[in-house]
Every structure is written in structure tokens, then in C-alpha cells.
């Protein structure tokens, strides 16, 4: 339990910390879902436009520390070698 005023605002800046990173990831998650099922259909041009955004998503959860620099890097990667596949087939 926080006692001191300053633990208290810490909390409460936690507490506000932790709603917006989790919009930020959910909204991160459902760039990459969108992704997803642009590849499931097999669409080139939609899975490129999907990629785009998943990227900028991922790389702005970067930014503000939602999602560490390699993790980011290493999912954009991992979409760009999928997207390569497809397009490739």
C-alpha cells in the first residue's frame, strides 16, 4: 500500500500508464491480424497495404516503448519475409 503522497501519484501514473499501452498493443495486434488475413486471401496488392500499416503500427509501439527496438524489428522482418513469400508465389 503507498503512503507517501509520491508513491500515490505513482500509482496513479501507473495505473494511466498501463490503460494507453494497452490500447497501443491491442491496436498493434490488430494491424498484424489484419495482415493475416490480407495473406490468407492471397491478395499481393492488400497484403503490401496491410504490411505498410503493421509496420508504421509496430514501429510507433516502438517509439513509446510499448514494444522493445528488437522485437519490433524482428516481427517487421518476419512480416516482410511473408509478404516476400506471397508475393514471390
Not at 3 to 32: C, D, H, M, Q, Y
Not at 43 to 72: C, I, P, W, Y
Amino acid at each position: 500500500m503507498a503512503n507517501t503522497p509520491g508513491a500515490k501519484k505513482a500509482v496513479r501514473k501507473i495505473a494511466r500508464r498501463t490503460e494507453v499501452n494497452t490500447a497501443r498493443r491491442s491496436r498493434v495486434r490488430t494491424f498484424l491480424r489484419k495482415f493475416e488475413e490480407a495473406l490468407a486471401s492471397g491478395d499481393a496488392g492488400a497484403a503490401k497495404a496491410a504490411f505498410v500499416q503493421a509496420q508504421s503500427e509496430l514501429m510507433r509501439a516502438v517509439s513509446k516503448g510499448v514494444v522493445h527496438k528488437n522485437t519490433g524489428a524482428r516481427k517487421v522482418s518476419r512480416l516482410a519475409a511473408r509478404l516476400k513469400k506471397l508475393s514471390a508465389a
